[in-house]
């Protein structure tokens, strides 16, 4: 059974930067989709990106556009969510997750394997 391990998490002042690391052990994550979410206390679990097998049609929420930047290294069988110029708002516990398949989904469902999450605290 494969795993994912989350890491580069941590607090940062607002306008700061981030990189959150997925590490894969059993999946070849070139040929899987990948989500990113995030949980902030009190609320639903939201998408913040995903992108399809070979990277096609990533996509960004609106609130993390122009500021997120997800990625994959297929050589280290890693994802990462680089993340700037942070807002208090982006306080999340942060996860990622992979689907078999050529296309990312905003649906958390979608997904049938989860990290167990890494914290984003962004405050001054």
């Known amino acids: 059974q494969g795993q994912l391990v989350e890491s580069g998490g941590g607090s940062v002042q607002p306008g700061g930067s981030l990189t959150l690391s997925c590490a894969a052990s059993?999946?070849?994550?070139?040929?899987?989709?990948i989500g990113w979410f995030r949980q902030a206390p009190g609320k639903e679990r939201e998408g913040v990106s995903c992108?399809?097998?070979?990277?096609?049609?990533?996509f960004y929420e609106d609130p993390v556009k122009g500021r997120f930047t997800i990625s994959r290294d297929s050589a280290k069988n890693t994802v990462y969510l680089q993340m700037n110029g942070m807002k208090p708002e982006d306080t999340a516990a942060y996860y990622c997750?992979?689907?078999?398949?050529?296309?990312?989904?905003?649906?958390?469902?979608?997904?049938?394997?989860w990290g167990q999450g890494t914290q984003v605290t962004v405050s001054s």
């Open positions: 997750a992979i689907a078999r398949g050529a296309y990312g989904s905003r649906t958390p469902s979608q997904y049938s394997y």
């Open positions: 992108t399809g097998m070979s990277d096609a049609y990533t």
């Open positions: 059993g999946f070849p994550l070139q040929y899987y989709a």
